[in-house]
Structures are given as structure tokens and as C-alpha cells.
């Protein structure tokens, strides 16, 4: 057993609903290691300004079904700088605290990998993100709730596109990412799924939507992830309605109801195992790494790795999108 008597628990960067689970399981899984564990606020900025209280029992009751994240989040420029991490090391020594999770995504794993080569803190981190872009686990916190609060507006909105005979392009989240783009548009009949890991087509859209206005199709759904290389959803939809005015186009951006609601039963029980298996890995001597879950196995993936490597699309599901619409 390691000589770790104090874990500190963080969130940071974008929330994702299921941070509270994981958090949860973190704290509880240390308390019945007899290990001291102390919440830090608003992750690096509050590890900066000393943002850190003790964790109880009670002080995660009632919070598995919340979405957000009960520490709070931040973005920290500060933390960025050398100054600022030795900042962060002096107080985390202040609270005694020996060893960090951190729940994030690949922001937080850069700020972890840099402070734990210049200090001698081990962290392990779980990978918290919407976007399920993290290398080292099949799913991430919070991609489940996203694509399933996606698909319901999704649907939503394909009933309105039918009542009206409307083409429909809807922007999800997914800067660099297009997993919530792809399985939502699967999901919801979409007849086309724009994604930054493939080449827009445009003039290809376009003939697929003449197509289907000559076989009578009077409403369309066109599913935009917001790093897509045309520019996103406004742009798409202007190039296509310059050319193409045989429908009534209109845009819906879902932006950060994506982020939010209460977490899915697939995340809730995701994030605690793996915030459970953080607290595990750092009592057996692990450090830097990534705690992720592979065809059903605990998996511990170096962080390097995991902030160098990005899981990438399935080009069976890509494919789907033209065979299915």
C-alpha cells in the first residue's frame, strides 16, 4: 500500500455531466481507505488561490443524479505559467494533501502532465469530456447524456422540420471532435452528418438534397458538428441555400444544453467505477496516468499518451450515414 494519507479531487475545464459521480466515488473510495480527501474549487485556479475544503461522506450525498459539478470549474491562465504551478504545489502542501484526481479532459491532462514532471505530486486523471475524444477509453464521462440530450432535440426538431417541409441544419458541440455529430445523426435518421475528421463536400450535399427533393422528400435534417470545415452551421446553410433554394432553410445551434441535465444511467455508473479505480490506482503506486475503460477492462493509459493521442471516428458509422438516409 502506497503512504498516501491525503487525496485532493478536482474538476476542470468543460463540464460533463457525470462529474458529480465520479467525484463521489472518488471521495467515498478514499474515505474507506481511512484516506483524508480535501475538494479543491474551481480546479487549477482554486488550487492557486487555496480553494480547498474537506470532504465527507455526507458532502456527496444526494449529488450522482446532478449534472455540473458541485467544485465548481475553471480555466486557468495562471496555472498555465511556472509561478503559478509552484503556487498550486505550495498549497496543496499547506492542506497536506499527497496525491490528486483529476476529473477533465484534455486541458486538464496537459496541466497535470506539466505539473507532476516539475513537482513530485502523483495524480491520476479521469477522463471527464463530452466531446469522447480522450485516447485510453472507449467512452468518456458525460458523451452519453450529450448524445442522448442531442438526439431528443434533435427529434424535436425533426418534427417541426416535417410539419413545415423545412430543411433543418443543426449545430451540436464538437470543435475538433465529431463523435456527438455521428451517433446523433445516426440516431435520429439525419440524412446528412458534417464532422472536422472528414472534407466537406458541398457540391456532393447538394446533389444528395436535389436527390431527395426529386423523390419528394420535403424536409431534411443536416447534422453540423461546430468544427466541420465549412465553418460551421451558418455557413453551410448560406452555401447551400445560394444554390439551392428549393427549401426552407432554417438553423439551430443546440450549444450548451449539451453540457447540462443529469446524467445518464451509462455515465453515472461509468464515472463511479472510474473514480472509484483512480483512488485504487493511486493506493498502488500509480501515478501519471489516465484511468479509462477498454471492452469492459479497467485500463491505465500514461497521460503523455493520452494528451498526445485522440480516438478516431469509426469509418463503419460514417459510412451508415449514406447508406441509412
Given at each position: 500500500m502506497s503512504k498516501i494519507k491525503t487525496i485532493g479531487v478536482f474538476t476542470s475545464g468543460g463540464d460533463a455531466p457525470g462529474m458529480n459521480a465520479c467525484l463521489r466515488a472518488a471521495v467515498r473510495g478514499a474515505l474507506k481507505e481511512n484516506i483524508e480527501v480535501y475538494g479543491i474549487e474551481h480546479g487549477y485556479q482554486g488550487m492557486i488561490e487555496g480553494k480547498m475544503h474537506k470532504m465527507t461522506w455526507k458532502s456527496?450525498?444526494?449529488?450522482?443524479?446532478?449534472?455540473?459539478?458541485?467544485?465548481?470549474?475553471?480555466?486557468?491562465?495562471?496555472?498555465?505559467?511556472?509561478?503559478?504551478?509552484a503556487i498550486a504545489y505550495s498549497q496543496l502542501g499547506h492542506y497536506g494533501i499527497d496525491a490528486l484526481v483529476a476529473i477533465g479532459g484534455d486541458g486538464t491532462f496537459k496541466g497535470a502532465l506539466e505539473f507532476s514532471s516539475e513537482f513530485d505530486v502523483p495524480i491520476i486523471g479521469c477522463p471527464g469530456t463530452i466531446d469522447n475524444d480522450i485516447y485510453g477509453t472507449d467512452f468518456t464521462i458525460g458523451y452519453d447524456t450529450a448524445i442522448n440530450t442531442a438526439m431528443q432535440a434533435i427529434d424535436k426538431i425533426k418534427d417541426t422540420a416535417n410539419a413545415h417541409d423545412r430543411l433543418f441544419f443543426i449545430e451540436v458541440m464538437g470543435r475538433d471532435a465529431g463523435f456527438i455529430a455521428l451517433r446523433s445523426g445516426i440516431a435520429t435518421g439525419a440524412?446528412?452528418?458534417?464532422?472536422?475528421?472528414?472534407?466537406?463536400?458541398?457540391?456532393?450535399?447538394?446533389?444528395?438534397?436535389?436527390?431527395?427533393?426529386?423523390?419528394?422528400?420535403?424536409?431534411?435534417?443536416?447534422?453540423?458538428?461546430?468544427?466541420?470545415d465549412t465553418g460551421g452551421a451558418f455557413e453551410i446553410a448560406k452555401q447551400v441555400g445560394n444554390r439551392f433554394d428549393k427549401y426552407d432553410i432554417r438553423i439551430s445551434i443546440l450549444g450548451h444544453i449539451q453540457r447540462g441535465g443529469s446524467p445518464t444511467c451509462m455515465d453515472r455508473v461509468?464515472?463511479?467505477?472510474?473514480?472509484?479505480?483512480?483512488v485504487h490506482g493511486l493506493l498502488k503506486g500509480k501515478r501519471g496516468v489516465m484511468v479509462g475503460k477498454i471492452c469492459h477492462k479497467i485500463i491505465y493509459t500514461p497521460l503523455e499518451k493520452a494528451v498526445k493521442h485522440h480516438n478516431e471516428v469509426n469509418p463503419v458509422l460514417v459510412d451508415m450515414i449514406d447508406i441509412l438516409s
Open positions: 456527496v450525498s444526494g449529488i450522482i443524479q446532478q449534472g455540473g459539478t458541485i467544485l465548481k470549474t475553471a480555466r486557468s491562465e495562471r496555472f498555465r505559467t511556472k509561478e503559478g504551478r440524412e446528412a452528418v458534417l464532422i472536422p475528421e472528414t472534407s466537406t463536400d458541398v457540391n456532393r450535399l447538394i446533389a444528395k438534397l436535389e436527390r431527395l427533393y426529386q423523390v419528394k422528400q420535403r424536409s431534411c435534417i443536416v447534422v453540423v458538428a461546430e468544427g466541420d461509468l464515472a463511479s467505477r472510474l473514480g472509484l479505480e483512480a
